[in-house]
């Protein structure tokens, strides 16, 4: 009877270490494109609220205290948990923008497909990395 119990408990203990092998890089790689996909989301509002201080001040919030003035005091902590966002002048004509989100700590590790996200005032999307599907098109 003993025996079998050891058998059953290492069967059971077998299986569940497979089942966490396969899970495991599936669980990472989503997480990875949460993350990413949050720092778009914050990226695209961000372009919104350049395109609305446009308007009233005749030109885009760039350099350190952009993102104070577009009226975010602080990037969301989903983001800046796993991304460094900054807002770069684009000299023109037209002047522009050029939204940057880098990645830090484990996201760099795991996103090198990717790697830094960029979005600029006409919309162009772009990543440092080799990946064609970041930006889900």
Not at 15 to 22: P, Q, R, S, T
Request: glycine residues 8%; proline residues 6%.
């Amino acid at each position: 009877m003993a025996g079998t119990a050891t058998l059953e408990i290492a069967l059971v203990v077998a299986v569940l270490a497979m089942l966490g092998a396969i899970a495991y890089p599936s669980i990472m790689a989503y997480e990875t494109r949460a993350n990413r996909a949050a720092a778009q989301s914050f990226m695209l509002e961000v372009a919104n609220a350049q395109a609305r201080y446009q308007t009233t001040h005749h030109r885009y919030a760039t350099g350190p205290r952009a993102l104070a003035e577009l009226g975010y005091p602080r990037v969301p902590e989903e983001v800046a948990d796993h991304y460094v966002v900054l807002i770069e002048p684009l000299r023109g004509p037209p002047a522009g923008f050029h939204i940057l989100a880098m990645p830090r700590g484990t996201q760099a590790r795991r996103d090198t497909a990717c790697a830094t996200l960029s979005l600029t005032h006409t919309g162009a999307r772009a990543v440092s990395g080799q990946g064609s599907t970041c930006w889900g098109q």
